[in-house]
C-alpha cells in the first residue's frame, strides 16, 4: 500500500459502522453531483508530514508540494464531514489524520477507511460548547480537548476511555491544548495550567494537579520541544525544563507555538521567530500579512494567515476561491458565478461588509475590492443583464461609508467588463435618501427593476424604481405599513413586478409603476400565515410562490387575482403517513428558485434545502448539513444557471452547488444521451434522458415495435423507471427511445440497455 500522504486526499475510503457514535461518510461520493466554492485563505493550522504541506482552514484541508507546486484540497464534497474545523493532528505511527469540527464532530482518515465521530458522548449536566479544541496522539491513545475539559481515545478500539471534566466551583472551563512529558499529561486551560499522569484515572478532576509556577489565568498554547515544555498565554511564553518553570520571553499579540524538525515558531501577529534545539535565535521572519499560525519547513518560513491562505515571501499559496466563505447571495450565469458577502441585520439593519464582492468567470476568481465603489459596504446582490453578461448591476445595503461622511451616498454600481463604469443614487437617478438597495432585476425589455428600503422622504417606505435601456427613471412608492419594512430582490412578470417586504406586517407587493396591490395575512388580501414575506416567485406555470416567516402559500392567476382585492393564498398540500398537511408549516423560507422541469427550490432558515415537484406535493430531494455536503443549514440564497441546471447555494458557511439533471429547454434538441446506460442489475432509480426540447414526445419501444411507455419531456428531461405501462419492470434488452419535438419538426433516437 503505498503510504496514506502519498496518496494525500485520493483515498478509496470504506465506511465502517463502529458504534451508534460513529456513522458513514456522507461525503464519499460526493464529487460526483456536489462542488464546493469555499475560501481556504484562512489558515488555521499548518503540518508538514511527508513533504507536503497540509494547511487547515475554515471549511477543509488543502495540501501543497513544495517540489511540484500541485494544490489539492478537501472538504465535505470529498472525504470530510464538517465545516468549521478547529484542530487538525497526524499519527506517523498509525497514517491518520485527525479533525476535529467547532460542533464536536471529529474525522479519522486512514489509507483503508474513513471513520467519523458525532460528538464526544458527554453528561447531561454539561451543557456548553462541544467544540473540539486540540487533538493530540500518543502510541495508540489520542486525547482530546474541548470546552468541558478533556479525553482520552483509543484510536485502534475505536472507543473513549475517560473523560474529564474541568469544573471549580460548579463551574466548566475550558482546555485549550494538552502535550505529553516523560508520561505525564500537561493541560493548558481557561484557568492556568494542570497536569496528571497519563497511565492513572483522570476522571477526578480533584486529582490534578494546577502548576503553581504559573500564573491561574487563561493558556492558549502548550508544546514539547526537545523533552521541555512551552506554554503560551496572550503575550507571554514559559518555558519547563523538567524541573523548573521560567519565563521565557515576551511576545505580545502570540498567535501560535509550532514545532517541525527541530525548531520551535513562536508566532505573533506578523513576526515568526525561529529557535534551534538549543533555543538559539534562528532567524526573525516579518510578514505584511496577518498571521494565525506558521511553521519552519527546511530553510523556508511558511506563514498561515487570515486572508491570504499560505505565504512564503510574496508568494499567496491557496486553490483558488472566493476571498472568503461569507455569501449573503449567489448568482449564476452561463458558468459564471458572482458571491455578495453582503449581510443585513434582521432584514433591516446594514452589517457594515467591507469586502465588496467576489466573481469566478470560468477560469478564475477575482475579488472586487469595496474601494473599487467608493469604499461601499454590504454588497447584496448582483443582477446580469442576459443580453450583456459583460454588464452587471452592484446593490449596496448600506447608504453611506460612515455616518460622518453622508455626503458621500453610496447606491447602486453598474460594472462593465470587470470595471465599475457608473455610480446611480439620488443625484442621478430616482433613487431616495438613505439608499438601501435589496437588488434588481431585468424585464424581457431590457428595463432594470431597482427595489429599495429606508426611503425617508416617504417616512422610511420602501419604493420601486425602474430604469429603461435608455437611462431614463421612474419610481413608486409601496406603501409598506408600519415604515422601514426591509427589502428583497424585485422580480418582473407580464410587466409586473413584485417584491417581498420581510419585515413589520408589509407583506408581497405588485405594481405595474402606477398602481400598488398588496398579498398579506389579512382576510381579504391573500390570508397569508404571516405578512412578514421574504421570498416570492412565479413559476412556468403562472403560479405564484410566496415564503413567508411562517412556511409557503401559493396563488393561481396572481395578477389578475390580485387585482380584485379579494382573495386567499391557498397552502399546497401533502400527504404524511397518510395525513394530508401544507408544505413546510411554519418553517421560514429564504428563497424559492424555479428551474427548468418547473420544480420548486426552496430555501429554508434552519432546515436546508427542500426541491420539490412542479405542483409541490412531492419531494424531489432534501438536503441537510447532516445528509449532504452543505456546510450549514440555513440557506441565504439560490441561484440555478439556466444553461447547465447547476444549482447553487449561498448558506452562512459558503457556497456549495449541486449538479441536477435539468436545464432549461428550448425547441430544439441538445445533445441527447441517456444514463444509467446500461442498466445494470440491483438498479431501483429512474433513467433520465437529456438534452429534449420543451414537451417533447418521448416513446419507448422494444425491438420489435411494441410501445412499453410515453411521457412528455420535463424542462430538458425524461425520466423512465424501467417499468412497462402495467407498472412491471421490463425484461433485459435493447430498448429503443423515439423523441419528437412539440410541433414534430425535428426527432431523434437513442437506445438503452436493460440488464436484469
Not at 464519499?28 to 456536489?34: G, L
Not at 468567470?361 to 450583456?388: F, R
Not at 450549514?632 to 452547488?657: H, M, Q, R, W
Not at 412497462?724 to 419528437?740: D, R
Request: proline share 4%.
Amino acid at each position: 500500500m503505498m503510504p496514506y500522504l502519498q496518496q494525500r486526499f485520493s483515498l478509496i475510503l470504506s465506511c465502517v459502522l463502529i458504534t451508534a457514535s460513529f456513522h458513514c461518510s456522507i461525503a464519499q461520493n460526493s464529487k460526483i453531483r456536489w462542488t464546493d466554492h469555499f475560501s481556504y485563505a484562512n489558515v488555521l493550522q499548518i503540518k508538514a508530514i511527508n513533504g507536503y504541506i497540509f494547511a487547515a482552514s475554515e471549511n477543509g484541508l488543502f495540501s501543497y508540494d513544495p517540489n511540484s507546486g500541485e494544490l489539492e484540497k478537501n472538504s465535505k464534497v470529498d472525504d470530510l464531514n464538517d465545516v468549521d474545523i478547529t484542530s487538525f493532528n497526524y499519527s506517523n505511527e498509525l497514517e491518520m489524520m485527525m479533525i476535529g469540527y467547532r460542533s464536536g464532530e471529529m474525522d479519522f482518515l486512514t489509507p483503508d477507511e474513513n471513520r467519523n465521530l458525532l460528538e464526544i458522548p458527554l453528561h447531561q449536566f454539561f451543557t456548553g460548547s462541544k467544540q473540539v479544541n486540540h487533538m493530540v496522539s500518543e502510541g495508540k491513545t489520542a486525547i482530546i480537548s474541548g470546552e468541558f475539559g478533556l479525553a482520552t481515545f483509543d484510536l485502534e478500539a475505536f472507543e473513549f476511555l475517560e473523560t474529564c471534566y474541568f469544573n471549580m466551583g460548579g463551574n466548566y472551563f475550558g482546555v485549550k491544548q494538552t502535550a505529553l512529558l516523560d508520561g505525564v499529561i500537561y493541560a493548558a486551560s481557561d484557568q492556568g495550567v494542570f497536569r496528571h499522569p497519563l497511565n492513572e484515572f483522570i476522571t477526578n478532576f480533584i486529582a490534578w494537579e494546577q502548576i503553581q509556577a504559573l500564573p491561574t489565568t487563561a493558556f492558549q498554547k502548550i508544546i514539547q520541544f526537545q523533552q521541555q515544555l512551552f506554554v503560551a498565554d496572550q503575550q507571554n511564553v514559559y518555558r519547563f525544563d523538567g524541573d523548573t518553570w521560567q519565563l521565557f520571553g515576551n511576545f505580545p499579540n502570540l498567535k501560535d507555538l509550532t514545532v517541525n524538525d527541530g525548531v520551535l515558531s513562536i508566532v505573533q501577529s506578523n513576526t515568526v521567530r525561529n529557535y534551534n534545539e538549543n533555543l538559539g535565535l534562528i532567524d526573525t521572519q516579518n510578514f505584511t500579512q496577518n498571521l494565525n499560525t506558521a511553521l519552519k519547513i527546511g530553510n523556508q518560513t511558511y506563514g498561515g494567515s487570515t486572508l491570504y491562505g499560505l505565504i512564503l515571501g510574496n508568494q499567496e499559496i491557496l486553490p483558488d476561491g472566493p476571498y472568503n466563505n461569507k455569501s449573503w447571495s449567489v448568482t449564476a450565469h452561463q458558468k459564471k458565478l458572482w458571491i455578495a458577502p453582503g449581510g443585513i441585520n434582521n432584514f433591516n439593519s446594514p452589517s457594515s461588509n467591507p469586502d465588496g464582492f467576489y466573481h469566478f468567470d470560468g477560469m478564475k476568481w477575482t475579488h472586487h475590492l469595496s474601494q473599487e465603489m467608493l469604499n461601499a459596504k454590504d454588497i447584496v446582490d448582483i443582477e446580469v443583464n442576459p443580453k450583456d453578461p459583460t454588464e452587471w448591476y452592484v446593490s449596496s445595503w448600506m447608504e453611506y461609508i460612515s455616518w460622518d461622511e453622508k455626503i458621500l451616498k453610496i447606491g447602486m454600481f453598474q460594472y462593465k467588463n470587470g470595471q465599475m463604469t457608473k455610480h446611480y443614487n439620488l443625484d442621478n437617478s430616482s433613487l431616495k435618501h438613505r439608499h438601501r438597495i435589496a437588488g434588481s432585476a431585468f424585464d424581457d425589455m431590457g428595463n432594470l427593476w431597482v427595489g429599495q428600503t429606508a426611503a425617508t422622504d416617504y417616512g422610511d417606505d420602501a419604493m420601486l424604481h425602474k430604469k429603461t435601456p435608455a437611462g431614463t427613471w421612474k419610481s413608486i412608492r409601496l406603501l409598506a405599513a408600519n415604515g422601514n419594512p426591509g427589502a428583497r430582490k424585485p422580480f418582473v412578470y407580464n410587466e409586473h413586478a413584485f417584491m417581498a417586504l420581510p419585515r413589520q406586517t408589509s407583506g408581497l407587493k405588485m405594481t405595474d409603476m402606477n398602481q400598488v396591490w398588496t398579498v398579506d395575512e389579512s382576510a381579504n388580501r391573500g390570508a397569508l400565515p404571516s405578512s412578514e414575506v421574504i421570498a416570492a416567485a412565479i413559476d412556468k406555470r403562472g403560479t405564484l410562490w410566496i415564503g413567508t416567516t411562517l412556511g409557503i402559500r401559493i396563488l393561481y392567476n396572481p395578477i389578475e387575482t390580485i387585482k380584485t382585492a379579494n382573495f386567499e393564498t391557498q397552502p399546497v398540500i401533502i400527504e404524511q403517513n397518510g395525513i394530508p398537511e401544507a408544505l413546510l408549516t411554519n418553517v421560514q423560507i429564504n428563497d424559492i428558485a424555479i428551474d427548468g422541469a418547473n420544480q420548486k427550490w426552496i430555501a429554508t432558515e434552519t432546515g436546508g434545502v427542500y426541491c420539490v415537484s412542479a405542483d409541490g406535493t412531492k419531494t424531489i430531494h432534501y438536503f441537510s448539513k447532516e445528509n449532504s455536503p452543505l456546510p450549514a443549514n440555513k440557506i441565504n440564497k439560490i441561484s440555478i444557471d439556466t444553461s447547465t441546471g447547476e444549482v447553487y447555494f449561498a448558506t452562512d458557511k459558503g457556497v456549495v452547488s449541486y449538479r441536477s439533471d435539468t436545464v432549461e429547454g428550448g425547441d430544439s434538441f441538445g445533445d441527447v444521451y441517456a444514463y444509467p446506460n446500461p442498466v445494470r442489475p440491483g438498479f431501483q432509480g429512474e433513467v433520465t434522458i437529456k438534452g429534449l426540447p420543451i414537451d417533447a414526445d418521448v416513446r419507448i419501444v422494444d425491438v420489435v415495435g411494441n410501445l412499453i411507455y410515453q411521457t412528455k419531456a420535463t424542462g430538458s428531461v425524461a425520466k423512465w423507471d424501467t417499468k412497462n405501462f402495467k407498472g412491471k419492470p421490463v425484461a433485459s434488452g435493447i430498448y429503443l427511445v423515439l423523441m419528437t419535438n412539440k410541433d414534430v419538426t425535428e426527432s431523434k433516437q437513442t437506445k438503452i440497455a436493460i440488464v436484469r
